[in-house]
């Protein structure tokens, strides 16, 4: 007689099966593959292509460090960049002007040299030009006016030349011619025989100004006496191509 409590192998109760249903639909709702019964046996599902297995390391797996924060890969730019770079920059202009600075320097002084060189040469020449035309301007004789005018106007020029001119035709020659005028004049000198009295009032390389102190000894026949007269004269000499000429006599 067989025992009433044994039970079949393999068969399980009504709840079981009950449970088991109820998990295969839930598992079927989720989408996933239904949960295996207990006891029952699994069925092996090998996955489609190829598997490769790598052997875990000794010391196991170590965690990859964490990326750092995307600012850290950036390079931070240096506060001083931008204004090294604009050094760099203002640095050769700033050489540059300095240099064409220098250079405008050094042409001006060299300019002023010349200048001044070139001033102190005419000094000596138009004083020398000086000395010599003072007494064949400021003298005449009535007995060759055409000779001493013409020996006068060879050292003039400009206006002046022409105003001279004027002025000997129209007023000294017939004064001189009517009266016998003779007048003689000399650079003054000092009694110890010194050099003569001539002064440099201005002078640049093509225009000089020169203070002459001339003596004029005049004879006529309204003057019983020959007269000495003192006489202070300012004379302006200017470079021509054919040298130092008078281009004004002013009497002081």
């Known amino acids: 007689m067989a025992n009433p409590t044994s039970r079949t192998r393999g068969t399980s109760s009504p709840a079981r099966r009950t449970m088991t249903a109820a998990a295969r639909a839930a598992a079927k709702r989720a989408g996933r593959p239904p949960r295996p019964e207990p006891g029952a046996r699994q069925e092996e599902h090998t996955p489609s292509g190829r598997t490769l297995l790598v052997e875990p390391p000794a010391n196991g797996w170590e965690d990859p460090p ?16 931008p204004q090294r770079k604009a050094g760099r920059i203002v640095l050769p202009a700033v050489l540059g002007v300095v240099l064409v600075a220098a250079l405008v320097a050094a042409a001006m002084l060299g300019w002023q040299y010349r200048q001044g060189r070139q001033a102190e040469q005419a000094r000596d020449e138009a004083v020398a030009a000086a000395r010599k035309a003072a007494p064949v301007v400021l003298s005449y004789d009535y007995r060759h006016l055409d000779r001493d005018f013409s020996r006068a106007r060879a050292l003039l020029t400009g206006h002046f030349r022409d105003q001279y001119g004027k002025t000997t ?67 302006t000499l200017t470079r021509t191509s054919d040298g130092w000429k008078v281009s004004g006599v002013d009497a002081l």
Not at 66 to 81: I, K, L, R, T, V
Not at 203 to 230: G, K
Request: charged fraction near 20%; proline fraction near 11%; glycine fraction near 4%.
């Open 66 to 81: 964490e990326p750092e924060c995307p600012e850290s890969f950036e390079a931070e730019p240096e506060d001083g960049a």
């Open 169 to 235: 035709k129209a007023v000294v020659a017939p004064t001189a011619t009517k009266y016998h005028g003779v007048v003689k004049a000399t650079v003054a000198t000092p009694a110890d025989g010194g050099a003569p009295a001539v002064s440099v009032v201005s002078a640049t390389p093509d225009r000089v100004v020169v203070l002459l102190f001339v003596n004029q000894a005049t004879q006529s026949t309204q003057v019983p006496e020959p007269r000495l007269d003192l006489n202070r004269v300012r004379m």
